[in-house]
């Protein structure tokens, strides 16, 4: 078996317990409207194109199939609307002003290169995460890979949004040793508005996750601007007292990463909110809040 990942990232130390390699999986239900990864949210691969690297060699005019480039008045223009992601050009460019992004890995692969930092996992408490995009998407193929790390000794994080299948959550549930579980917005309406989706089956997958003793941090996701109301503060909070077996929450403040890929994927900019990063006090704000309203804040 095979499963559609963008990228495999060695030396992780934000994504779990010590250092660890972090697994990107293609495809998410969600399309969060501050999304870091915007490249991972649909299964298909997508190709990058980075106008400032183009040096006009014309080696993709060439050799693009569809005829997606063409070079008019000095500026190279990019139909992507045409262009089928065979990759063609990609391989041809090198300084890499073309990449296609998204593969076909099987675990065993996968494995191989994760294996390589054992040395630095079994130092640092460290291990495989699986992240995306939602792993749970590829229910089969997550499992498969948490599978073979176990069988290698590896501690395993699963990061998801929680829109997942409940028989998927069960699947991987006994190879997983920490889920890091996004709560992205606690009312419902406005999870739908951020995330095109309500936030029930997020919640009732959260609850029975719980309910079965797996080890889970909350992971939050705070947007000024957008969901750093006290109301939601408030929501996390009332989450958190129902969820007495939780290790904790953390917050992830927003950056401004994904801005950047939106253009060079060509993705829609219309829903994309409009935030800047919060300055260091700001986070140490909303740690307070949380704090002062009984949450176990594991990060400031
Ligand atoms: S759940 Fe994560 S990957 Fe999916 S759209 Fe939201 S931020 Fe992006
Ligand atoms: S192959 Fe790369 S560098 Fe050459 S014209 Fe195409 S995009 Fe530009
Ligand atoms: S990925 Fe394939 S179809 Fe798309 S622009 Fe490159 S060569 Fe053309």
């Not at 909070?237 to 890929?261: C, F, S, T, W």
């Not at 829903?271 to 800047?276: G, I, L, Q």
Request: aromatic residues 8%; glycine residues 12%.
């Amino acid at each position: 078996m095979t499963g559609a990942i963008f990228d495999i990232q060695r030396f992780s130390i934000h994504d779990g317990p010590g250092i660890r390699t972090t697994v990107f999986f293609k495809g998410c239900p969600l399309n969060c409207i501050w999304c870091h990864n915007p490249e991972g949210i649909s299964r298909a691969p997508l190709l990058s194109f980075r106008p400032a690297l183009c040096i006009g060699c014309g080696f993709c005019f060439r050799t693009c199939p569809a005829g997606c480039h063409r070079m008019e008045g000095g500026k190279h223009l990019f139909d992507r609307e045409r262009c089928e992601a065979c990759g063609r050009c990609a391989a041809e460019c090198y300084p890499g002003a073309l990449e296609l992004v998204g593969r076909e890995e099987s675990a065993a692969e996968i494995m191989r290169e994760v294996l390589r930092d054992k040395a630095f996992y079994d130092n640092s408490g460290g291990g495989l995460t699986l992240s995306g995009g939602e792993p749970l998407m590829q229910p089969d193929f997550a499992f498969e890979l948490l599978c073979a790390a176990r069988d290698a000794g590896l501690h395993c994080c699963v990061e998801t949004c929680g829109f997942a299948a409940r028989a998927a959550l069960d699947l991987v549930r006994p190879k997983t040793d920490l889920f890091l579980f996004d709560i992205k917005e606690t009312d419902r309406a406005r999870h739908a508005e951020l995330t095109g989706k309500p936030n029930d089956r997020i919640l009732a997958n959260l609850r029975h996750l719980h309910g079965t003793g797996a080890d889970i941090i909350l992971r939050l996701p705070i947007i000024p601007g957008v969901n750093d109301r006290p109301e939601h503060f408030k929501g996390i909070a009332a989450l958190a007292r129902d969820l007495p077996g939780l290790k904790g929450v953390e917050i992830m403040p927003y950056h401004q990463l994904g801005e950047n890929k939106v253009g060079r994927f060509g993705l829609d900019q219309s829903r994309r909110a409009k935030a800047s990063a919060p300055e260091p006090g700001v986070v140490e704000g909303w740690t307070g809040e949380l704090r002062r309203r009984g949450v176990n804040v594991l990060t400031a």
